[in-house]
Antibody, heavy 122, light 106 residues
Framework: EVQLVESGGGLVQPGGSLRLSCAAS????????MNWVRQAPGKGLEWVSY????????YYADSVKGRFTISRDNAKNSLYLQMNSLRDEDTAVYYC???????????????WGQGTLVTVSS | DIQMTQSPSSLSASVGDRVTITCQAS??????LNWYQQKPGKAPKLLIY???NLETGVPSRFSGSGSGTDFTFTISSLQPEDIATYYC????????FGQGTKLEIK
C-alpha cells in the first residue's frame, strides 16, 4: 500500500525557517517524481514544487521561488521542503504528492499524504 | 501562467441529480486536465485523468470530457458520499488548479 507521511510542520515567526519531510513507503520511491502542494486555511489547492526521480529537474511556483528548496533522499525514501524567509501567506497545510509517472500524460498527483500544517505568525 | 476558471464555485443538488462542473483554461491545454475530489479534513483524491479517463476504483457515475480550453466534470446520479469540493488541475505547463467547486446536498 502506498503511503506518504508528512512531518515537520508547526508554528514559526515571519522570516523564520522550517523543514518539512515526507516519508514514502509501499512503492519504489526512486522511480517517481514528487511534488509539494499546499492549501491555505479555507482556500484552494496551490502547487508549490516538483522534483524528478533523480533530482535532475526541479521546478517552483513563483510564489516560493528563491525561498523554498525541494530535495529528496532516495536511499531514505524521503522528500523534503526547506522553507526560508517564511511569510504570513505561507500559512497552509502542505501535502506531498506522488507524480503518477508513465501511466499518465503529465503531472498527475495519484497519491497524497495527509498533510502537515505550517502556521506563520508572530 | 495558465489560469483555470471553475464554475460554479458552489452548488447545491439533491440525491440522484445529475451534477455538472465546468473548468475553462486560459489557453489551449489539449487534454492535459485532471479532476480531484477533496472531502473536509482529507487529502485530495484523483478521480479523472487526461480529461476523460476514470482512475482505477472510482465509481462510474463520475465522468469527464472536453479538450482545448473547455472541460466538463459530471456526476450522473449524486450520492450522499459525493459531498466534497472538486478541483480541476492542468498540466500543460507547470501545474495549476481551479479555485474549486463546493458541492452540497439540497
Amino acid at each position: 500500500e502506498v503511503q506518504l507521511v508528512e512531518s515537520g510542520g508547526g508554528l514559526v515567526q515571519p522570516g523564520g525557517s522550517l523543514r518539512l519531510s515526507c516519508a514514502a513507503s509501499g512503492f519504489t520511491f526512486s522511480s517517481y517524481s514528487m511534488n509539494w502542494v499546499r492549501q491555505a486555511p479555507g482556500k484552494g489547492l496551490e502547487w508549490v514544487s516538483y522534483i524528478s526521480s533523480s533530482s535532475s529537474t526541479i521546478y517552483y511556483a513563483d510564489s516560493v521561488k528563491g525561498r523554498f528548496t525541494i530535495s529528496r533522499d532516495n536511499a531514505k525514501n524521503s522528500l523534503y521542503l526547506q522553507m526560508n524567509s517564511l511569510r504570513d501567506e505561507d500559512t497552509a497545510v502542505y501535502y506531498c504528492a506522488r507524480d503518477g509517472g508513465g501511466g499518465y500524460s503529465g503531472s498527475t498527483f495519484d497519491y497524497w499524504g495527509q498533510g502537515t500544517l505550517v502556521t506563520v505568525s508572530s | 501562467d495558465i489560469q483555470m476558471t471553475q464554475s460554479p464555485s458552489s452548488l447545491s443538488a439533491s440525491v440522484g441529480d445529475r451534477v455538472t462542473i465546468t473548468c475553462q483554461a486560459s489557453q489551449d491545454i489539449s487534454n492535459y486536465l485532471n479532476w480531484y475530489q477533496q472531502k473536509p479534513g482529507k487529502a485530495p483524491k484523483l478521480l479523472i485523468y487526461d480529461a476523460s479517463n476514470l482512475e482505477t476504483g472510482v465509481p462510474s457515475r463520475f465522468s469527464g470530457s472536453g479538450s482545448g480550453t473547455d472541460f466538463t466534470f459530471t456526476i450522473s446520479s449524486l450520492q450522499p458520499e459525493d459531498i466534497a469540493t472538486y478541483y480541476c488541475q492542468q498540466y500543460d505547463n507547470l501545474p495549476s488548479f481551479g479555485q474549486g467547486t463546493k458541492l452540497e446536498i439540497k
